[in-house]
């Protein structure tokens, strides 16, 4: 009996009807930025749409490696203000000021696996994951997971970010 995975590589069908790996692992580093992380001080950060694929605004951030909790904090207001133009992470724009958010959520220590379309360095082939990634959380122990951490925007709900809770006995740990 095999374990089931935890991911599936996404594949496509050739010409000739043979199946070909559409995306490849990745380990963010020095092409980071080029991928759609911003740097801010040390940390490379970026915003995560829900599962729904329809908001406005984050859902949740992630920065590469376990850092603080007030360093992510501070990373996710940097990426707001430069990609959105604002620094408030208690409402998205146009909410109802008065709906109080007492507190920002913790941050979690996790892991990744990033999947990217793979492409020639120089050229993309113009399909639809042209210089796309995604991430699917994953144990430290899979092949290919990169630390992370995670927070959930403060206006966001809980599912719709899905980030992994430690006290549900995800492989997660609070951050400090």
Not at 76 to 105: E, S
């Amino acid at each position: 009996m095999t374990a089931p995975a935890l991911y599936e590589i996404e594949t496509s069908e050739g010409d000739d009807g043979t199946m070909h790996p559409a995306e490849q692992l990745w380990t963010p580093g020095e092409d980071a930025v080029e991928n759609g992380f911003l740097a801010h001080r040390a940390l490379h950060v970026t915003g995560l749409d829900g599962s729904t694929d329809d908001h406005l605004y984050p859902v949740a951030f992630l920065v590469l490696g376990h850092q603080r909790w007030a360093d992510i904090i501070e990373a996710a207001a940097a990426y707001m203000a430069r990609v959105h133009g604002w620094r408030n992470l208690h409402l998205y724009p146009g909410d109802d000021p008065a709906d109080l958010i007492p507190r920002i959520p913790r941050a979690v220590h996790t892991h990744g696996v990033f999947l990217r379309h793979p492409h020639p360095d120089q050229d993309g082939c113009g399909c639809e994951w042209d210089n796309t990634w995604r991430m699917v959380w994953a144990p430290a122990s899979e092949p290919g997971a990169v630390p992370i951490t995670a927070l959930r925007h403060p206006a966001a709900t809980v599912k719709a970010a899905s980030i992994p809770n430690p006290d549900e006995g995800a492989p997660a740990t609070w951050a400090t």
